[in-house]
């Protein structure tokens, strides 16, 4: 995944992150919260998504 579509996925509120010192950081549950979601969106279970 790029730069740019991180930034639209933040945009649009897909992916949260975090201002600290002027820098964007990502948490890990931000990335587990979006994958959830990518899963869910296609209907995968967490078995088979693995």
């Given at each position: ?33 979006f994958a959830r979601s990518l899963e869910a969106k296609v209907g995968l279970t967490r078995?088979?998504?693995?």
């Amino acid at each position: 995944m790029n730069r740019t579509a991180v930034f639209r996925l933040i945009k649009t509120g897909e992916l949260q992150s975090i201002k600290d010192e002027g820098y964007r950081l990502i948490p890990v549950w931000a990335l587990r919260d979006f994958a959830r979601s990518l899963e869910a969106k296609v209907g995968l279970t967490r078995e088979e998504a693995a």
